[in-house]
């Protein structure tokens, strides 16, 4: 079956220590994406890659980092710079093509205390 | 700055009745509007894309309308069941940048 993994389900963590949520899709897609999800914010893009070896900031990219090394993955680190890293967190990939639908993950909720 | 708004966080309707969902945008023009749906600690779904040459497309009990000249995108779900029960997002899509969500409005259908 085709689709995309995010794992872990739930995460903690402790404040200033870097974590890292895991991305992989077996859709052949280019395009993958990463919004986060706050109660009555809505979903807000953090980083988004188009292609192999190249990903560009969303609205919200300060204390994350991404990288894109190969096609099926795009892990995002939360860093100890982000101020409220609390928040649910979604994977999505899609086709290049323009007007493609997102598919998502299933997220990963993580708690820093 | 670019806005999407669903017309209201929750909405409750009786079974059977038609759901109508409200997206209005501003400072956007966008080719092709997608609807999607988000249960409870899950991510969404993809259920229609509507473009903007095409007033209504349908799908099952699903319909969606596209106003360009209002900036509207209505979406009803007619004869509501339970399990309709959601949060439903729109994304107004420009075809070209990473797709921006509204807030939702979450729909309860009650038995």
């Known amino acids: 079956d085709g689709g995309i993994t995010q794992s872990p389900k739930y995460l903690f963590r402790k404040e200033g220590q870097n974590v890292t949520l895991s991305c992989e899709q077996n859709?052949?897609?280019?395009?993958m994406y990463w919004y986060r999800q706050d109660p009555g914010q809505g979903l807000r893009l953090i980083y988004y890659?188009?292609?192999?070896?190249?990903?560009q900031k969303g609205d919200i990219a300060e204390g994350y980092s991404v990288s894109r090394e190969k096609k099926e993955s795009f892990p995002l680190t939360v860093t100890s710079a982000q101020k409220n890293p609390t928040a649910f967190y979604l994977c999505?990939?899609?086709?290049?093509?323009?007007?493609?639908?997102?598919?998502f993950g299933n997220g990963t909720r993580l708690t820093v205390t | 700055s670019q806005k999407i708004e669903q017309n209201s966080e929750a909405l409750n309707i009786q079974e059977g009745k038609t759901a109508t969902l409200t997206c209005n945008y501003t400072?956007?023009?966008?080719?092709?509007l997608q609807w999607y749906r988000q249960d409870p600690g899950r991510g969404p779904v993809f259920l229609l894309l509507?473009?903007?040459?095409?007033k209504e497309k349908r799908k099952e009990r699903l319909k969606v309308t596209f106003d360009t000249t209002l900036k509207q995108s209505l979406f009803h779900i007619t004869a509501s069941q339970p399990a309709d029960s959601a949060t439903y997002l729109c994304?107004?899509?420009?075809?070209?940048?990473?797709?921006?969500f509204g807030k939702g409005t979450r729909l309860s259908v009650i038995a």
């Open positions: 999505a990939s899609s086709s290049r093509q323009a007007n493609s639908p997102l598919h």
């Open positions: 859709l052949n897609h280019d395009a």
């Open positions: 890659s188009q292609i192999v070896n190249d990903f």
């Open positions: 400072n956007y023009s966008p080719a092709y």
């Open positions: 509507i473009r903007e040459n095409e």
């Open positions: 994304a107004p899509d420009s075809g070209n940048t990473p797709l921006v």
